[in-house]
């Protein structure tokens, strides 16, 4: 289960939510690791590649003073759920600016966290350009 830990008599006990901090420093060290972490090929040599990059980014995360220890798969859960919710907004903010009916399209709150996700993963947001499509 995602977000709990086993304690010494083998009780799945619930892992504190993660602070601002920790989700900053979990971008910070995806970036730094996200030529193997959002590698697109799926071989036996790429997921090895990938695992040990998670393994070694939960062993830097810990390191970190004040944070939660926490598993590569807490820690891979969390930058999943954040990929999604920055896809989102953006999708979102896409939305508004198409829109039609006249007026002025509502705002979409971005973080300098969705901004950095937006860095890594530049194509999956943005999407691919088309020469030959009228639209932005």
Not at 98 to 122: M, N, P, Q, R, Y
Request: aromatic residues 8%.
């Amino acid at each position: 289960m995602e977000g709990y830990q086993k304690d010494s008599n083998d009780v799945n006990k619930r892992t504190t939510n993660f602070s601002q901090r920790d989700i900053d420093i979990l971008v910070t060290l995806v970036r730094k690791h996200s030529a193997f972490i959002e590698n697109k090929k799926t071989d036996a040599v790429t997921w090895r590649q990938k695992e040990e990059a998670w393994n070694n980014l939960t062993e830097e995360f810990n390191l970190h003073e004040g944070v939660v220890p926490r598993t590569a798969k807490n820690l891979k859960v969390k930058f999943d759920n954040i990929k999604k919710t920055t896809k989102k907004k953006f999708a979102n903010e896409k939305q508004e600016i198409f829109k039609t009916g006249g007026g002025s399209c509502s705002s979409v709150e971005i973080t300098s966290t969705d901004l950095a996700i937006k860095d890594i993963l530049t194509v999956g947001i943005t999407g691919l350009s088309n020469l030959y499509d009228s639209k932005l």
